[in-house]
């Protein structure tokens, strides 16, 4: 689709569809990740999320009703990570999947001595490569409740991880970037992090992060918009990295608000 046309068929769809007032409201005041924002940006994300919504179908399982709030609150927090990117990065896949809750997933693993293993586990979101996002919902729900916690933006994370091939904690860089400055700065705090994972020590973010790189990705997006001044404190330089890779600076509108 070029250009003028995709900016036709976006106008179109923002002058038929829109989201209830009420709604958008709702969804602003509760989400912790949308503080700070100015008018401008908040119109810009509630384009964003009209936009997304009328492109992706969000599904229920096991008989869950999505409601329309459910939906407005599930696309405002995929969309902050792409609100000064563009409805593009979230290309090439169509469906989201929401769970009651935590579901099970089977998955395959090879130990240290070349075994495989099948194993099975509960979990409260999974992104597949080209396939659907699946979130449970009792965990998107408390987004904002629990410091840093946000299930909807690890994924969709992963999805960004993704456009260059499997997760791996290194989605493609911006021409603007350098691809030196990110892998430096990830590396020698993934290895930090894991370190103190290892000796029990308390950490300030999710000891989940230390599972992988692309965990430790995910993870730390999801405390980048959450609680965004941890990040820079902690890890002034990935939150250096993932300013730029976001084209935003939360821990700024946070000290604004």
């Known amino acids: 689709m070029s250009w003028n046309v995709k900016t036709w068929y976006r106008r179109r769809v923002l002058e038929n569809e829109s989201i209830p007032d009420d709604l958008w409201r709702e969804a602003v005041a509760r989400l912790r990740c949308l503080r700070g ?38 696309a405002a927090q995929a969309c902050i990570l792409i609100l000064n990117l563009d409805l593009d990065y979230y290309e090439g896949w169509v469906e989201i999947i929401v769970y009651p809750g935590e579901f099970i997933r089977d998955y395959e693993y090879v130990d240290e001595d070349g075994v495989v293993h099948r194993a099975r586990e509960a979990v409260s979101g999974e992104s597949w490569l080209g396939g659907p996002v699946i979130l449970s919902w009792e965990d998107t729900a408390v987004a904002g409740e629990e410091a840093g916690y946000n299930v909807v933006i690890h994924e969709f994370a992963h999805k960004l991880d993704m456009l260059n091939g499997d997760a791996n904690g290194s989605p493609p860089l911006h021409a603007d970037m350098s691809q030196q400055a990110w892998s430096e700065a990830f590396s020698k705090a993934y290895a930090i992090f894991c370190l103190n994972v290892d000796a029990n020590e308390m950490t300030v973010i999710d000891p989940y992060a230390a599972e992988n790189p692309a965990e430790f990705f995910a993870v730390i997006s999801e405390t980048f918009f959450e609680t965004p001044l941890v990040v820079k404190l902690h890890f002034p330089a990935v939150y250096e990295q993932l300013a730029l890779f976001y084209r935003q600076d939360p821990a700024l509108r946070w000290g604004k608000s």
């Open 37 to 74: 924002l100015s008018p401008i940006e908040l119109k810009r994300l509630r384009e964003c999320v009209t936009l997304f919504l009328h492109a992706k179908q969000i599904s229920g399982a096991h008989e869950l009703v999505i409601t329309d709030e459910m939906h407005v609150m599930i």
